[in-house]
């Protein structure tokens, strides 16, 4: 994973064509004159539904994933950069989730886990740590094609009938359709009082009201014991910088 991948993808309009309606971000500046900086200048998609998404939204996006993932399998392309290979599994070893997932079970009735997972169910959080490491180790064997790497809901932005794909910097070879499982796992962090946080803080950014403001309305699952991919706080992507 690097900055320099996400520029390259967009520097040479990667994954930018008529054949799959996902496509990347428009770039109308690249400068990595700095040596510690790398500035990218990116359309505009502060009107794009913001998650927790309408359920429709995550089916229309899962879509767009599914025929990319297709569509880079049948046909390959050659990339201007080195690409990592099952980045997940790497990610996921990279901790010890299990042992993670065993310290919250152990402390399910602290003040601060009471608090922020009331209403989770723990015990599946527990399970789910123990099957993600054979799951994955199943998928190596399985084919593989150009993956997104990075697919959760605040990179996604649904615009009619395509989707703008932002934060490319983790492409990578993955079992194909993994990127639909990433957009997936993202929604299931967002619990009610997570939507109406994430609405609240999108008011607040954005000085606007967004077209849907009822958490109830939007996708709503309640968080397994925190594991999972946590929604970033990236609200507008009108500017975009990030240290080498």
């Not at 109308?28 to 939204?57: K, M, T």
């Not at 299990?98 to 608090?115: D, F, H, N």
């Not at 789910?128 to 959760?152: C, N, Q, T, W, Y």
Request: charged letters at 20%; proline letters at 6%.
């Amino acid at each position: 994973m690097s900055p320099r991948i996400e520029q390259l993808v967009y520097e040479t309009r990667l994954f930018v064509g008529e054949n799959v309606p996902l496509r990347s971000g428009r770039c109308y500046l690249s400068d990595s004159s700095n040596d510690q900086l790398i500035v990218l200048w990116l359309e505009d998609l502060s009107d794009a539904p913001q998650p927790p998404w309408q359920l429709q939204n995550s089916i229309t996006a899962a879509n767009h994933l599914g025929q990319f993932n297709g569509e880079l399998a049948i046909r390959p392309i050659e990339l201007p950069f080195e690409m990592l290979e099952d980045g997940f599994q790497l990610r996921w070893g990279s901790q010890d989730y299990g042992a993670i997932a065993e310290q919250m079970l152990e402390a399910r009735y602290s003040s601060v886990t009471q608090q922020a997972y009331s209403q989770a169910p723990v015990d599946a959080g527990i399970k789910l740590a123990k099957l993600v490491r054979p799951v994955l180790e199943r998928a190596r064997s399985l084919p593989h094609s150009i993956a997104f790497g990075d697919s959760h809901s605040r990179n996604m932005f649904p615009l009619g009938s395509q989707a703008v794909g932002m934060d490319w910097m983790a492409v990578s070879s993955e079992t194909t359709g993994v990127d639909i499982g990433v957009l997936i796992g993202s929604n299931l962090t967002f619990g009610v009082s997570k939507a109406a946080m994430i609405i609240d803080n999108e008011k607040k950014s954005t000085n606007r009201t967004p077209k849907e403001s009822n958490p109830q309305d939007r996708l709503v699952i309640l968080p397994i014991c925190g594991l999972g991919f946590s929604p970033s706080s990236l609200a507008n992507c009108r500017h975009w910088l990030r240290s080498r």
